[in-house]
């Protein structure tokens, strides 16, 4: 075992604050790695302030983080994977069962026994896990992602959580060519999804209440914006999609939405909106549409996106901070007053 510098939050109204953790020494499968950036994602917000208490309470001290790219600075005697000087991320999930059904599937978000990379049970050193808002961090080999190294680090470190929720959904439902794509908001999430769902072929249209991400859309790669408060131009995409995905979290009408998609249409959720969110049963039944979830995605697909991401140049649009600012970075991400994520230099942390 370790002390390594870290930000943590002692309370669901204590600020992010510096702080020491314990990280274990790494074992015969584990890689340790420097933490050069970590994105900065929604679900960092909820957690710290135990927003998700009904479902996922937090145990604190919390260090957030899960969106990782660092560099290997050790590896354990049997990893065969990664090694020193390697170009790497961390996700979500650190661990899992690795038999269960989902795991034999590559999908080891829906193990039962899955461990997230903070706030998750940890087996080596008691409590709970502690995420990348570090100098440093232990992983499995399992679930240590290559890096591209023709990309540019800030921007990577996003794909690992909101990379990977858009291009997941995207791929599940077969997206490309001659299909015509709409999605739902333009923020962490909708901006990666407007930039995969353009490299994947598709026709995409970018639906927002905000006419002042107009032109950023349009830059980001869609080929129409569509202001989603005026009935006109809504009415005009009657049954014309294949496919949306819907990344809002805030509370909406998702049967405006339904109404747009063609027969066998699908709209996909990854947004966790506050309450529930009615549904009208007969927009369904009329075309045989669909609305479903998506939850981050495998580690074997994670790769594969990053890899994707490599050969296509796609990094999400980030603003780099020092740690000294995260606090403030999260009143600014109530407010949406960030294009697209914030990114932390953890190399800010080194003064603290």
Not at 189 to 203: D, E, I, N, S
Not at 206 to 226: C, I, N, P, Q
């Amino acid at each position: 075992m370790y002390r390594a510098k870290a930000y943590s939050a002692a309370s669901a109204t204590s600020p992010l604050a510096s702080d020491q953790i314990d990280r274990r020494q790494t074992t015969d499968t584990d890689v340790q790695i420097e933490i050069l950036f970590c994105g900065v994602c929604h679900s960092d917000l909820h957690a710290v302030r135990d927003e998700w208490a009904d479902f996922m309470p937090t145990v604190y001290p919390i260090v957030p983080g899960h969106e990782i790219v660092g560099k290997v600075t050790a590896v354990g005697a049997k990893v065969t994977k990664h090694q020193p000087g390697d170009l790497v991320g961390v996700g979500c999930l650190v661990d899992s069962d690795h038999t269960c059904p989902s795991c034999q599937k590559d999908m080891e978000q829906f193990c039962p026994e899955g461990v997230f990379t903070y706030n998750g049970p940890d087996k080596h050193l008691g409590g709970v896990t502690y995420g990348g808002y570090s100098e440093s961090i232990v992983v499995d080999e399992q679930f240590v992602l290559k890096v591209p190294g023709n990309l540019e680090l800030a921007g990577v470190a996003p794909l690992l959580c909101a990379g990977i929720t858009t291009y997941s959904p995207l791929r599940h439902w077969g997206v490309g060519e001659g299909q015509k794509v709409g999605v739902v908001g333009l923020g962490g999430l909708g901006h990666m999804a407007v930039k995969f769902a353009r490299a994947f072929g598709a026709h995409v249209v970018v639906f927002t209440r905000s006419e002042s991400k107009f032109d950023d859309a349009l830059r980001l790669g869609a080929h129409e914006v569509v202001n989603s408060s005026d009935a006109d131009q809504m009415a005009a995409h009657t049954g014309t999609f294949d496919f949306i995905l819907d990344t809002v979290s805030a509370d909406h009408d998702i049967n405006a939405y339904i109404q747009l998609l063609g027969m066998d249409g699908n709209l996909t959720l990854v947004g966790v909106p506050e309450n529930p969110l009615p549904v009208v049963p007969i927009g369904l039944l009329f075309g045989r549409k669909s609305v479903s979830g998506s939850l981050i995605g495998g580690i074997a697909e994670t790769q594969e996106m990053l890899d994707f991401c490599g050969e296509h140049g796609i990094t999400a649009d980030v603003e780099v901070i020092p740690i000294q600012q995260i606090n403030e970075a999260y009143e600014r991400m109530l407010t949406s007053d960030v294009k697209y994520r914030f990114s932390i230099d953890m190399a800010s942390l080194k003064g603290e």
